[in-house]
């Protein structure tokens, strides 16, 4: 991988996106894990304003402090770099106590998960409204093209995708390169939408290496029925993910409506 040369190709796209877009800057939602924080510095090396937004719902202590760790060490290496923390809990809790409830656990508990991060979405666009700023994306390409491990109109609500064409193990390359804090790389992916401790794994019932093997093996035209064992097993996973969030990533179905009817 020639890290450095996409480093710079990115950064570029970057710079161009920002000029013709006639904007002012970037926005970004910093979440302690590893896609924010690389995406982040990519957008911090154009030189550009960028603002960091930490909106904290119910968050474990550990994402906040490397959240917050990761906007400091931007604002020593980078220039431009404004942050602020939005506390959304308030925000949250009032729209659990008002919304009607479900005796559905599971859809009931992930209704409200995608909920939070509708929330975020909207506090992003709010700043990009009042700076004149755009919308910088955070999924990788197992997150938005492999498995659509992302909210619909969450976090999968933004302007640009900066890191959508890498596969999660390039992000981590690139993040090494970056000099991105180490309690960031090591830390195990999570979305932080449940409020417990559950990781990305632990939701898809697959590491992202495995879900990288199997994308790769989709994209030859390998079928479940050439593996066995644990490649299966994971292929499988892939497939169903796959085909069950393909409407978060093609474009929106319209109803066309023959010329001659209007």
Known sequence: ?????????????????????????????????????????????????????????????????????HIDWLKKNYEKISSASINLTPVYDEFVNVAEKSDNEYSYSLSLANTRARLRMTTLYYYAGLNGYIVAGTGNKVEDFGVGFFTKYGDGGVDISPIADLMKSEVYKIAEFLGINQDIQQAAPTDGLFGDNRTDEDQMGASYDELEWAMKAAAKGQKSDDFSGREKVVFEIFEKRHKANLHKMIPIPVCGIPEDWK
């Open 1 to 69: 991988m020639q890290t450095e040369k996409i480093i710079n190709h990115i950064v570029e796209w970057l710079q161009d996106y920002l000029i013709n877009s006639k904007q002012n800057g970037f926005v970004i939602g910093i979440s302690g894990g590893i896609d924010s924080a690389v995406t982040s510095t990519l957008c911090a090396m154009t030189g550009y304003p960028v603002l960091c937004l930490e909106m904290p719902i119910h968050q474990a202590p550990n994402q906040v402090s490397r959240a917050l760790k």
